[in-house]
């Protein structure tokens, strides 16, 4: 999902953009754009190869947590220190769809 008038930025695996300190301080232009932080993300790599906007498109798991290049320890490190859900965020995403995610985060 590029970003919109509106400035909410969803990345591939779940996080949110716009909301990152990275994103905000302009060190990160976002994962669906030519500058984003880590240029080699092989779940970006995968989502676009596949033409899926997150990874909440992809079929191949009913448990996002089963894909290894979205659920690794890299990515829960960064969970952590980050404080943010992806999995939760894209399951979310499956459950009610991208547009009302994006109006129940804009809410917050």
């Not at 994103?23 to 080699?40: E, I």
């Not at 995968?46 to 894909?67: P, Q, S, W």
């Not at 939760?88 to 985060?105: C, S, Y």
């Given at each position: ?20 300190g ?12 030519d500058?984003p ?8 790599k ?34 952590l ?10 399951n ?13 985060v804009?809410?917050?």
């Amino acid at each position: 999902m590029s970003e919109k008038e509106d400035g909410f930025v969803l990345a591939y695996c779940g996080l949110v953009c716009s909301d990152c300190g990275m994103y905000k301080k302009g060190r990160c232009q976002g994962c669906h754009s030519d500058g984003p932080m880590f240029k080699n993300c092989p779940v970006k790599k995968c989502a676009v190869e596949r033409e899926y906007t997150t990874c909440a498109d992809c079929g191949d798991f009913a448990d996002l947590k089963a894909c290894k290049k979205l659920h690794n320890w890299i990515s829960r490190f960064f969970g952590l220190i980050f404080r943010t859900n992806r999995i939760g965020n894209l399951n979310r995403i499956r459950d009610v769809g991208v547009d009302t995610f994006k109006a129940e985060v804009c809410q917050e």
